[in-house]
């Protein structure tokens, strides 16, 4: 349709379009990308928060949009305050037959804390979850193991909120409940059973590593590292983390830790990571791991909350082992289930984003049966 003598100049003087093409169409988009940050907001936006001193480069880094979200279970905590009680008022061990734990409350705060405990941890069965004859008004049998896991489990929270207060309040008054774990279900997330070893093909050190395993954060890290520093060995005694050796090319002696503890070690670090959303520096100074006096106040806090663990593997949660049905046992060893930084903080530094779940629960607060009801007066 052109003229002939167009169509012969553009023949012999042929045009590169595809060059200024792609760069308009380049220039368009990034203006179309502004345009939609500056309406829509930075999706990927993050904010620090400092840890050590400025200039080290001690900061942790998280999402704004994770933070503003917040996590969605805090919204359904339940909480009530309690009744404060009135001399000479009935208290539950006398009304009630089979009162093993909290016979020392009122009858009023024992049934707003039965109540509360059905909405935390089994909201849709409720009182038939641990009591099987509810419906009858039978709830003094001991038929169901999950009663007897419960009246564990009250002992092991009143245990934590008296005795842990370094670990559990060190910024504030937060305490933990059933819900800190539970959060409205039968079993909490992130409970773990023995896996090891993981690899039994390989003849000596299998490395329990290089299988897909959740306890591993899906690395090729070792997966027995949670049963190696958080359950006593036979002696009753717990395997140092720490593998650092100040002077280069040491001679290795009998005893020293090898290299399997060390990735062991490396797994256990990777593990407080992913449980609680934070960085190596968010507990060290990088730049020296093995020096005490230049760790963060979180080290400390950290710390405890190992100790806190192993008690409450040894004393509260392994003695439980004879009292679950197969079902519920871990599928290598048949162990009781157990529990981990992860399953309290899933995935924030304070469980609960810090939420002061036991200000309403002073029954849960201390193990003498004699709550202090003193703030609510």
Avoid at 79 to 99: C, H, M, Q, R, S
Avoid at 161 to 181: F, I, K, L, M, P
Avoid at 197 to 214: F, I, K, L, Y
Wanted: net charge negative.
């Amino acid at each position: 349709m052109l003229p002939k003598w167009f169509d012969d100049w553009n023949s012999s003087n042929p045009t590169n379009i595809f060059g200024p093409a792609i760069l308009v169409g380049a220039a368009g988009g990034a203006v179309f990308v502004a345009a939609m940050l500056v309406a829509f907001g930075q999706p990927y936006a993050t904010e620090s928060q400092q840890t050590g001193p400025r200039g080290t480069g001690m900061h942790v880094q998280e999402f704004a949009m994770n933070l503003a979200a917040g996590d969605p279970t805090v919204a359904d905590f339940y909480t009530d305050e309690p009744f404060v009680p009135e001399p000479g008022e009935a208290l539950a061990g006398d009304i009630y037959e089979n009162v093993q734990v909290l016979g020392g409350l009122t009858d009023a705060n024992f049934n707003r804390l039965m109540n509360a405990m059905t909405l935390w941890v089994a909201p849709d069965e409720g009182c038939t979850y641990c009591h099987a004859g509810a419906a009858e008004g039978n709830y003094a049998d001991d038929d169901l193991y999950t009663k007897v896991v419960a009246r564990g489990m009250i002992q092991m929270t009143q245990s934590v909120n008296e005795n842990w207060d370094a670990h559990v309040n060190a910024n504030a008054q937060v305490g933990v409940t059933c819900y800190t774990c539970h959060r409205g279900q039968n079993v909490p997330n992130n409970i773990w059973y023995r896996v090891s070893p993981v690899n039994s093909n390989v003849a000596g050190w299998s490395a329990n590593q290089n299988r897909v395993t959740m306890v591993s954060n899906y690395t090729s890290l070792p997966s027995d590292y949670l049963e190696t520093y958080l359950m006593a060995d036979a002696n009753g005694d717990y395997a140092r983390i720490g593998v650092h050796d100040l002077e280069s090319r040491v001679q290795q002696q009998p005893g020293d830790p090898l290299i399997q503890q060390t990735e062991r070690t490396f797994a256990f670090m990777n593990y407080f990571a992913n449980s609680l959303g934070v960085n190596c520096v968010f507990c060290h100074n990088s730049r020296a791991f093995y020096d005490p006096g230049q760790v963060t106040p979180q080290w400390a806090t950290a710390s405890m909350g190992i100790l806190m663990v192993q008690e409450m593997i040894a004393e509260h949660l392994l003695p439980l082992q004879d009292v679950y049905p197969a079902e519920r046992l871990g599928p290598v060893y048949g162990d009781a289930p157990l529990a981990a930084c992860r399953t309290c903080h899933q995935g924030y530094q304070q469980p609960l984003q810090g939420l002061n779940v036991i200000a309403n629960w002073p029954e849960l607060a201390t193990t003498s049966g004699e709550p202090d009801y003193s703030a609510f007066q």
